[in-house]
């Protein structure tokens, strides 16, 4: 099972809730992160950023994988 972690800094971040819902969608179990230090520390100034087995996937990305993520 892929360890999967998204980075949201605010609530009212229109991308963020796209993504969060998007991932509702599919099913896919995640753990929440709201530290801006550990958002720093990823190297990114903007969210959301999706963190897949270690690897940072920046919104885009991060859509595109949900949309091709398959269950099985």
Request: charged residues 25%; glycine residues 4%.
């Amino acid at each position: 099972m892929k360890k999967i972690k998204v980075t949201f800094h605010s609530t009212h971040c229109p991308k963020c809730n796209v993504l969060e819902k998007k991932l509702l969608q599919k099913g896919i179990a995640y753990t929440e992160n709201n530290d801006v230090n550990i958002i720093q520390s990823l190297g990114v100034m903007e969210v959301p950023v999706l963190e897949v087995d270690g690897k940072v996937l920046r919104y885009a990305e991060a859509v595109e994988w949900v949309s091709n993520y398959n269950l099985s």
